[in-house]
């Protein structure tokens, strides 16, 4: 038989009548994830999502590195199935889990028997089993309270289950659950962050970002696109909207107070972010914005920001320190493409001596002057729709 994936359904269990729901949407998003590696038969028992190659072709090492990254699954393992013979989960278990049993100082072995017509009880399965492998491997010790390694034999109705040591996996919900959200992507550390944090409640992203040529360069663009494909392992197929804002900018330079420039512009991604959200039916934005990082991000310049919209705007990041956004940022793996050095719009006319606490009736004035519709709708005309695949 052939070594196989386990899948441990996290908090996916703790949803009682939408549980099936929620099973077979994080079953059709690993079958999607996994069918980039072989040939896979992906099904749902008892808690657990089995991901079983068909053929020897399959490259269960790229499988297995996709489950973890898939929202809904606490913890992954590899796993060697065998005949429900004592004898045989015996043999499997010296020989599937050598390695770790010769590199670990200490073991003990958990079995579970689902199968109740199996002839030995969990604590005589794991005595036996246990007793062999000690035997087979002397120099790693047997202790039941504080083990190195843990050996799991699972009796199932079709097969008897040795497992390696489990894995964490990417927790969260599985993705398409809680609808879906517009998330504002620049080329920084921390947006790519906050999608990341929103797919993880099961959201689906539609990516929004904006770029003003020639102030940001072509290079800046494409890091955009490179961070949407360090992201899509995590959230799925993605379609970033380009949106062109070299017109908004340089209206906003020449009409209003610069100490306004940046709210006023952020004003107008809320406001062409909300109107993709409506035509992809999106129920939130979501941004990378962080307490007191910048001058637009004092509460009073959020709700500067936020007045133009009446979605909820989603930014997960912010109560964060920086270094736990980075530390989120390495771990994701988005991290050194972020801090490539390109510019982004936001730094384009950045003013001398932004405002920290504007006054809204004051901004709302400012902006006045200028054809907001018109902008925004040439804006959305001009879009450049890029799908980024698994
Ligand atoms: P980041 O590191 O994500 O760039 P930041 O701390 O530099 O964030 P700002 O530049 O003020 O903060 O932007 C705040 C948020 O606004 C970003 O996290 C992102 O969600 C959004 N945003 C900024 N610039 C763009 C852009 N060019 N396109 C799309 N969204 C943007
Ligand atoms: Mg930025």
């Not at 490259?59 to 005949?83: H, Q, T, Y």
């Not at 906050?194 to 099961?202: D, F, L, Q, T, V």
């Not at 504007?358 to 002057?369: F, G, Q």
Request: net charge neutral; aromatic share 6%.
């Amino acid at each position: 038989m052939h070594e196989m994936i386990l899948c441990k359904l996290g908090e996916v269990v703790l949803k009682g009548l939408n549980r099936r729901s929620f099973e077979d949407k994080l079953m059709s998003n690993v079958n999607r994830r996994v069918s980039k590696c072989g040939n896979f038969r992906v099904y749902s028992k008892q808690s657990t999502i089995y991901v079983e190659p068909k053929d020897d072709e399959c490259d269960i090492e790229a499988a297995f590195e996709s489950c973890k990254k898939v929202f809904g699954i606490i913890a992954v393992s590899k796993a060697l199935p065998c005949e429900k013979d004592i004898q045989k989960i015996i043999a499997a278990a010296k020989n599937y889990l050598e390695c770790e049993m010769r590199t670990a100082r200490s073991f003990k072995v958990e079995s579970k028997r689902a199968d109740k017509t199996f002839p030995l009880t969990s604590i005589q399965i794991s005595r036996q089993v246990g007793g062999a492998l000690h035997q087979a491997f002397p120099t790693c010790e047997v202790n039941v309270h504080d083990p190195e390694l843990v050996v799991h034999i699972e009796i199932r109705d079709d097969a008897a289950y040795v497992h390696g040591p489990a894995e964490e996996g990417a927790g969260g919900l599985p993705i398409g659950m809680g609808g879906v959200a517009v998330s504002l992507l620049s080329g920084g550390i921390d947006s790519p962050v906050s999608s990341y944090m929103i797919a993880k409640r099961g959201v689906k992203l539609e990516m929004v970002h904006f770029f003003s040529p020639p102030y940001t360069s072509d290079e800046a663009k494409e890091k955009v696109l490179s961070l949407a494909k360090l992201l899509v392992p995590w959230c799925g197929r993605l379609t970033v909207q380009i949106v062109p804002f070299t017109e908004i900018q340089e209206e906003i330079r020449r009409n209003c107070p610069e100490e306004f420039f940046t709210l006023i512009m952020r004003r107008f991604m809320m406001r062409i972010s909300q109107r993709v959200a409506d035509q992809v039916k999106a129920k939130a934005l979501v941004t990378g914005e962080n307490l007191g990082q910048v001058a637009s991000q004092t509460m009073e310049a959020l709700r500067v920001t936020e007045d133009v919209v009446d979605l909820p705007v989603l930014r997960p990041l912010i109560g964060m320190d920086k270094e736990e956004i980075v530390r989120l940022s390495r771990k994701i793996g988005t991290f050194d493409t972020s801090i490539l050095p390109y510019e982004d719009c936001c730094t384009v006319f950045t003013p001398r001596h932004p405002r920290t606490k504007p006054n809204l009736d004051e901004v709302r004035k400012a902006e006045a002057v200028l054809d907001i519709e018109g902008l925004i709708d040439r804006a959305m005309t001009n879009r450049e729709f890029v799908r980024i695949k698994l």
